[in-house]
């Protein structure tokens, strides 16, 4: 409820008997007994009709069973009478908020906050609101004030996690939601989030660990039920990720999210019509719900059943444009019903040698971008045998392959890294392919691999069998971008070989190597100075 402290107006302090029924009403407020609390309010205000702490907290209660639009009427009636009433503007945005009225929120929160700077719960709400917004920078600056008076304050610490987690802020995140732990260790909601932040950072099993912490505390917290489920199919644990949506459905039939995530697991299954069944069952409950409608675009396409696959495809993208999964498979049914081809390569004439050597081998150079060595040395890496108790090994067709003296990012999302020397590598190498492809990319891996001596990565390619199934490996393709060649006088350089046909490359500083990503390449490497690439898998859409 907050503060219980009536605020001084012009009229001076009410008398004796007003001051002693506000307490007791303040007393049944707090204890929850809203009834009895509503009665002494009302009394009050018979007796004073514009008593501002009467009406503002009438108004809490009002908000508190609902009718906000009394609470807001309510509310304003005490400003009017004492605008200088710190908690009645912060309980008048919460108001506010409840009915959607996010930026008439964010303004009472701020009239608060001019009133009072040291208003805890108004700075929290504040956050809350701007989030809401989608303004997260103002947001974290509202959480973090919050937490310079309550370091402790777990929620804001959870919701700080949140917002920075939607920067793709996620080292970030994941330290705010440890800290909201330390203060709550049984705040189930930060165990789930702190599972979505990990599982968005590659790191499945620490998710997995997550998850079953908020469930431990909260054994019918449905969302992390789904979010379980979902790290268990992403690890190829198809019946227990199964089994888990189940749990969440028993407990809310109409939760879409699981529906959607049981669809896609009874896909991977082969159950087609039992997946398209549930993928239904999400839209009937959330019909704008973006990944239902892909989901059923895949579910189509997978029983070859075009024209129904373009139109759900066609229908989550108009409600979530981010190039996906679905964006790959639409391009491929458009060119297979022969309403668009397939994006191609351009053959430059520089590069018709390389074309001839291994058909769709393009070689080009671009100047290493300052800082990029640095950045790659301070990100965290593994190393083989990491790697084989790590999540990656089951969700990759490519991992594994990578033996010996070798190093390699913990996770196959370098490009999310919050860094501008990384975004600056982004930006340049979509630029690059998007024009030699005239086509958008949708980039599904993005790694980096430092080679020591004794390092070898051995033959391999990136098609999964989704590509080899859905005719996908024709608009798939590979990158190799050389940060740092490495000591070029070692008996074994690193030499990339493509095979069938067989063709190798010594590449310099700055080279970047496109091919498809159905060529098996492999590499060794012997010298004394480290070698350095970034790899990026990608489909032209």
């Given amino acids: 409820m907050g503060r219980a402290e009536e605020p001084q107006t012009g009229a001076g302090r009410q008398k004796g008997s007003i001051e002693q029924a506000l307490e007791l009403g303040v007393q049944h407020h707090g204890a929850g007994r809203l009834s009895e609390a509503e009665k002494i309010y009302q009394r009050i205000l018979q007796a004073v009709p514009n008593q501002p702490m009467a009406l503002h907290l009438l108004g809490v209660i009002s908000h508190q069973t609902g009718k906000r639009d009394a609470a807001v009427e309510l509310m304003k009636k005490a400003l009017s009478v004492a605008p200088d009433y710190a908690e009645a503007h912060g309980n008048l945005g919460n108001a506010l908020q409840a009915q959607g009225r996010l930026a008439e929120a964010v303004a009472s929160y701020r009239r608060a906050l001019a009133i009072d700077p040291d208003y805890v719960e108004a700075h929290y709400n504040l956050g809350q609101a701007l989030q809401a917004q989608g303004a997260l920078d103002q ?50 909601l930060a165990h789930n989030r702190l599972g979505i932040a990990l599982k968005d950072q590659g ?24 979010n379980l489920g979902y790290v268990l199919s992403e690890q190829g644990k198809l019946d227990a990720a199964i089994a888990r949506f189940r749990e969440a459905l028993a407990i809310k ?29 999400s839209l009937a409950t959330a019909p704008q719900y973006a990944r239902a409608h892909k989901g ?16 759900a495809y066609q229908a989550g993208i108009a409600i979530d444009p981010v190039p996906g999964m679905a964006d790959v498979g639409l391009r491929r049914v458009l060119a297979d019903l022969e309403e668009k081809p397939l994006p191609t390569c351009a053959l430059p004439d520089d590069q018709r040698d390389y074309e001839v050597a291994h058909p769709g081998l393009r070689v080009w150079n671009r100047p290493v971008e300052t800082g990029l060595l640095e950045t790659l040395y301070g990100l965290a890496v593994i190393d083989p ?28 999302r370098l490009f999310d890294v919050d860094d501008p020397v990384i975004r600056t590598l982004c930006d340049g190498i979509v630029a690059s392919v998007t024009a030699l492809l005239d086509a958008d990319v949708f980039i599904v891996d993005s790694f980096f691999n430092i080679y020591h001596a004794g390092s070898r990565v051995n033959r391999h390619n990136h098609v999964q069998d989704i590509d080899k199934v859905l005719g996908f490996a024709a608009q798939k393709y590979s990158m190799v971008y050389y940060v740092d060649a490495g ?22 500083d700055g080279d970047i190597l496109l091919f498809p990503s159905a060529s098996d390449h492999s590499t060794t490497y012997s010298g004394e100075t480290d070698r350095i690439i970034v790899g990026v898998n990608f489909y032209a859409i």
């Fill in 139 to 188: 947001a974290i600056a509202a959480y973090r004030k919050v937490l310079v008076h309550d370091p402790n304050h777990a929620a804001a610490q959870c919701n700080l996690g949140f917002a920075l987690r939607k920067q793709g802020k996620l080292d970030e995140a994941v330290a705010a939601y440890r800290r909201a732990l330390e203060a709550n260790p049984d705040y189930a």
């Fill in 203 to 226: 790191n499945l099993d620490e998710a997995t660990a997550a998850y079953r912490n908020a469930l431990s505390i909260d054994p019918g917290f449905v969302a992390a039920l789904s």
């Fill in 253 to 281: 039939p109409d939760f879409a999210v699981a529906h959607c995530n049981l669809g896609s697991a009874l896909r991977k299954q082969g159950k087609l019509d039992a997946a398209l069944a549930h993928f239904q069952e």
């Fill in 296 to 311: 059923i675009g895949m579910t189509h396409h997978y029983q070859g059943r075009l024209a129904e696959a373009k139109e």
């Fill in 385 to 412: 045998e990491a790697e084989t108790n790590s999540g990656l090994e089951k969700d990759k067709y490519s991992a594994g392959i990578r033996e010996g003296n070798v190093r390699f990012s913990e996770n196959f």
């Fill in 487 to 508: 000591d070029k006088t070692a008996a074994e350089p690193g030499i990339l070989t493509l095979h069938d046909p067989d063709f190798a490359v010594n590449p310099v």
